[in-house]
């Protein structure tokens, strides 16, 4: 068999260089040539990643509906809150103990990935996040599909990358059109997919970051149009919104931005209860799964992604109480928390829409109880309440409002959707900075985004820009002896090092420079009394912390050490050198 | 209780020139408040905003030291004032002396254990007699933060010792220097050798004069060759 990833690598790299050699004037419209085949070679595969991402979105779609609906239909009673522990606890028993992955929030680990490096989403990703989101929410787990899927999506684009033997840049692309493939797919909603894909997962809007999403969108909307029809998943007509109504949206918007942030604020706690339990992950789920049955017992609209209850709030004909929508809101804010917090495999994306849904409803119902002409109908702030639950959980406003734009195919909803989701937006990034996804990487110091400081700074290797053409010194070393030894010097300081080989200070020229000409000082001064202690920088910290020690110390080389051993001088004229050419070469 | 600073103390916080300081004013990149034309910056909200840049801010200290450099010569006065003098030190060899020197010197405990050590060891290495029967005991490696100013302490021996000097004098006064910084060593180290050669110090000295004629005298000298 021919070895495909030598032939693939070489005809790539053949047809991206096209046209390349040679140094003629026309060498820049040349190169905007090869960045045009550059984007055609990704648009390609992100047609394959939108097609597959397409089928497993409505796959993974269609096998928990048939599920859910073989349970509802065998009708045990109080018998079914065994359900959602019993898919759990195989869920997790299938994801952690066979599979050998961890089940994160989905999203999160995909945007980890693009900061850190794809190789964290493995291919066997695919396999478990399918299967355990399947039987999670298929057995009444309450979370949502889509954060499975799109870390599915990325898996794939991922793998994709790896199996193409593509760089690192690219790699990372085909992730990101994976999560859009993924999202268009299970929303039949394409913008959608482009938006959440270029606002959270990539967080980039160029060239060759906008094409290849919307060609996977594309895709993957249509393989699912193709399989289950273009089905609209909340029919919804609004009529005019009044100012009165338009300026309700605020208060709205920040509603809905404060319960995002206790939402995502209790799903930590959650988290939190369950890991102090000392048993295996499965049986921690599996008692997750039975609280959740539990819950589920006296209100089953909770259970699962909870869409069905979405679509009768918008309906009008069977509107609910206003008691039963806020219960309702309550207990699904429960059994969301329950679910993620013991481990189950899902995301935050459903559960948001479906509370956001009811505390828009809510607020609606509670308008209209007030003295006031005009006010849009109930359904219309449900709609926007979604909108504002999306922005304000996972800080992507444009996604909230394209998403309920497209679930309801209606653009006369534009404008409220527009401020709900802006006012959440901000008094959510009021109490956190960063949404649910990035929160924890933030802590960490790894959402490193391309183009940031950071960014070019974590990628500098300090043993690769050490300055070695320097003289060190003993300690001991009378000013006479010195005089000598500068003679021969490239650099203006000298490294003063002890018996053992350590470095103990620096003496810089500059300092001494004034008294090299005073013959009665030259046996009575040693280096070691005119060194200046600087701080050290050890090897294994980041380049961010050595820079803070060129602030603080103000100097401009400081010493290297691995461990006690001296390893050469860093100098910021070097530093700034390899910076800058790290971001000349940055390409767009 | 200065909360608002105005341009000029924000140039030399942060060490760039005033028009940069306009530049990101305009730019919206540093937090400030105008008021009759004339931009003020909140003290505490300068800081954060630093800190959140990973900018650091040049402290009141190291300013006011900076600003303390060219009047140098104060600063051999002091540590001259801050090291005291000693009259009829027992002098029958170096380590004793030392041991005196360590024990009389108004130092930190973990200082006066191991002064001694560091003297002898620097005079191993090489005399730091200077000729004319004077020599500048000092450790090889500055004292640094250890000790909160520089210091040096004068010693009339009670009888001359050899320090194997240049000029193979034996020493009847020594001067020990003890550093706080290694820029301000070089500097007194430098000025002290510079002083102690004139023919008229040397006179002076051997009458073992007071803290305060000793500091005198060092004012005066230093007077004249300014």
């Not at chain 1, 929030?105 to 850190?116: L, P």
């Not at chain 1, 790896?162 to 929303?187: C, P, Q, S, T």
């Amino acid at each position: 068999m021919i070895n495909f990833k030598k032939l693939w690598r070489r005809q790539l790299n053949k047809f991206l260089s096209r046209g390349l050699a040679g140094t003629d004037a026309e060498l820049l419209s040349r190169f905007q040539a090869v960045s045009a085949r550059e984007a055609l070679v990704m648009m390609t595969a992100a047609l394959a990643i939108g097609l597959v991402c397409g089928i497993l979105a409505v796959g993974l779609n269609w096998s928990v509906h048939s599920l859910r609906l073989f349970i509802t239909e065998l009708d045990l009673g109080w018998r079914a809150i065994f359900f959602p522990a019993l898919g759990a606890g195989i869920a997790i028993f299938l994801v952690r103990s066979l599979m050998h992955d961890s089940a994160g929030h989905g999203v999160s680990d995909v945007i980890k990935a693009m900061a850190m490096g794809s190789e964290a989403l493995r291919r066997r990703m695919i396999y478990s996040r399918f299967f355990g989101s399947l039987l999670t929410v298929g057995s009444g787990g309450s979370t949502g599909l889509e954060g499975p899927i799109v870390s599915i999506g990325g898996a794939l684009g991922s793998a994709l990358g790896r199996w193409l033997d593509m760089n690192e840049r690219h790699k990372k692309l085909l992730v990101g059109y994976g999560a859009a493939g993924a999202v268009a797919g299970i929303f039949n909603a394409p913008l959608t997919g482009l938006i959440f894909s270029l606002e959270i997962i990539i967080g980039e809007w160029t060239y060759l970051t906008i094409l290849p999403t919307i060609i996977a969108a594309v895709s993957a909307t249509e393989v699912s149009r193709l399989i289950m029809g273009n089905k609209i998943a909340f029919t919804q007509e609004i009529a005019g919104f009044s100012i009165a109504s338009l300026l309700a949206c605020f208060a709205l918007g920040a509603l809905t931005g404060i319960i995002s942030i206790l939402f995502a604020r209790s799903l930590l706690l959650w988290e939190k209860f369950f890991s102090k339990i000392s048993l295996h992950l499965w049986i921690r789920a599996t008692i997750g799964g039975l609280s959740v049955g539990v819950l589920g017992y006296f209100m089953p609209e909770v259970l699962s992604e909870g869409y069905s209850a979405t679509q009768v709030f918008l309906t009008d004909t069977i509107r609910p109480e206003l008691g039963f929508v806020l219960l309702f809101v309550l207990l699904k804010f429960l059994a969301c928390g329950i679910t993620l917090g013991s481990g189950g495999v899902g995301g935050v994306f459903a559960p948001s829409l479906v509370i956001g849904s009811g505390v828009g409803l809510a607020f609606g119902m509670i308008l209209h109880l007030l003295p006031l002409n005009g006010v849009a109908e109930d359904a219309a702030f449900a709609l926007a309440g979604m909108a504002g639950m999306v922005a304000g959980v996972m800080h992507g406003p444009l996604t909230g409002i394209f998403l309920v734009m497209e679930a309801t195919s209606g653009y006369s909803m534009i404008l409220p959707l527009m401020l709900t989701a802006s006012s959440a937006m901000v008094v959510s990034s009021f109490f956190e900075i960063g949404s649910v996804y990035t929160r924890e990487l933030i802590k960490q110091g790894s959402l490193i985004k391309r183009g940031t400081d950071r960014y070019l700074l974590h990628h500098l290797n300090i043993v690769d820009i050490l300055d070695k053409d320097f003289i060190t010194i003993r300690e001991n070393l009378l000013l006479r002896d010195f005089i000598d030894e500068f003679k021969k010097a490239r650099r203006n300081y000298f490294p003063v090092l002890n018996e053992e080989k350590e470095c103990v200070g620096v003496v810089f020229l500059d300092d001494i420079r004034p008294h090299l000409f005073e013959s009665n000082l030259y046996d009575l001064v040693t280096m070691g009394s005119v060194m200046r202690n600087l701080p050290v920088i050890s090897l294994n910290e980041p380049i961010s912390a050595a820079l803070d020690k060129f602030e603080t110390s103000k100097v401009w080389s400081l010493p290297v050490v691995e461990g006690d051993r001296f390893l050469g001088m860093l100098s910021k004229s070097t530093l700034f050198d390899h910076y800058r050419r790290e971001l000349q070469i940055q390409s767009i | 209780m200065s909360k608002w600073l105005t341009v000029a103390d924000v140039v030399q916080l942060l060490h760039v020139p005033e028009a940069t300081i306009y530049r990101w004013v305009r730019q919206g990149d540093i937090p400030c408040t105008v008021r009759r034309r004339k931009h003020y910056f909140n003290q505490s909200t300068l800081v954060s905003w630093a800190e959140s840049k990973h900018i650091h801010l040049e402290e009141h200290t190291r300013r006011n030291r900076k600003k303390n450099v060219p009047v140098s010569q104060s600063r051999l006065i002091e540590a001259l004032k801050a090291g005291n003098v000693y009259q009829a030190v027992p002098s029958d060899s170096l380590e004793e002396l030392f041991q005196e020197v360590a024990l009389r010197m108004d130092l930190p405990q973990l200082i006066t254990e191991s002064l001694a050590e560091q003297l002898m060891h620097r005079e191993q290495l090489s005399s730091t007699g200077i000729g004319k029967g004077i020599a500048i005991p000092h450790p090889s490696i500055t004292l640094g933060q250890q000790i909160t100013q520089s210091m040096v302490g004068t010693f009339f021996l009670e009888t001359p010792l050899d320090f194997k000097a240049p000029d193979g004098l034996p020493v009847f006064v020594i001067f020990v220097l003890l550093s706080a910084d290694s820029f301000h060593h070089l500097q007194l180290l430098s000025q002290m050798a510079r002083f102690l050669s004139h023919a008229k110090m040397n006179d002076f000295l051997k009458h073992s004069p007071s803290l305060d004629n000793l500091v005198d005298k060092f004012q005066k000298t230093l007077a004249e060759t300014t």
